[in-house]
């Protein structure tokens, strides 16, 4: 099966600042990749996904970029502000459908 | 309707009680899941359905068992449980389960706290 690495676990960062969260996965097959925000108490919201015949996408302050070869994927967020502390589950779909989320980072942003 | 509702939004029950959790979603979705999460951690996947039919089962115990009575309505249904169960239940759905490129929309939770 698919396994799914996530780092930092946790990340602090001044009001303004960019934050970079950054996932390794395991199966070579795995074609598509979401990121998901998850306020305390709340539902885990998809915020921006990637396919594999992509290798960078960006909506706003957020972008994604995925290296297929290395099998890496990266969260980036621009001009932090303080409601985008939250906690960050990357998140890989393997061939049969399945979603492998990785550990998580839990995300201040310090005003 | 665009959205994975639960309910309850909140459960206390003791390890004797029988209760059960209810999600519900209208966007013709095909695929219904349940999760487990603990504060911080990764939701885990419990069960899926596929076209109303059970089609992965996570090693869960049998003190949790879901039911899909039809394609909009998923439960499941707590007996026994244990105080490690406290947990939040998170249900969620995708729109085929065929499709490897599947956005996942999550409910509310059930926060279950087990005494």
């Known amino acids: 099966g698919e396994n799914v690495e996530q780092h930092p676990s946790t990340l602090s960062v001044q009001e303004g600042d960019s934050a970079v969260i950054k996932c390794t996965y395991s199966?070579?097959?795995?074609?598509?990749f979401p990121w998901y925000k998850q306020e305390l108490g709340k539902r885990p919201q998809l915020i921006i996904d990637?396919?594999?015949?992509?290798g960078e996408k960006k909506d706003q302050r957020i972008a994604v970029t995925l290296n297929k070869t290395a099998k890496h994927f990266s969260l980036h967020i621009t001009e932090t502000q303080p409601e985008d502390s939250a906690v960050y589950f990357c998140?890989?779909?393997?061939?049969?459908?399945?979603?492998?989320f990785g550990t998580g980072t839990s995300l201040t942003v310090i005003p | 309707d665009t959205e994975v509702t639960q309910t309850p939004k909140h459960l206390v029950m003791g390890m004797t009680n029988k209760k059960s959790l209810k999600c519900e979603q209208h966007?013709?979705?095909?695929?219904m899941y349940w999760y487990k999460q603990k504060a911080k951690k990764p939701p885990e996947l419990m069960f899926v359905?596929?076209?109303?039919?059970?089609?992965i089962n996570e090693s869960v115990p049998s003190r949790f068992s879901p039911e899909c009575p039809n394609s909009s309505l998923l439960n499941l249904h707590l007996h026994a449980l244990q105080p490690e169960d406290s947990a939040l239940y998170l249900c969620?759905?995708?729109?085929?389960?065929?499709?490897?490129?599947?956005?996942?929309?999550f409910g509310p939770g059930t926060r279950l706290t087990v005494l």
């Open positions: 990637i396919r594999s015949n992509v």
């Open positions: 998140a890989a779909i393997s061939e049969d459908n399945q979603f492998y």
């Open positions: 199966d070579s097959a795995s074609n598509y």
């Open positions: 966007m013709g979705h095909r695929a």
């Open positions: 359905y596929s076209y109303e039919k059970l089609s």
């Open positions: 969620a759905s995708s729109h085929d389960p065929g499709l490897a490129t599947n956005e996942q929309f």
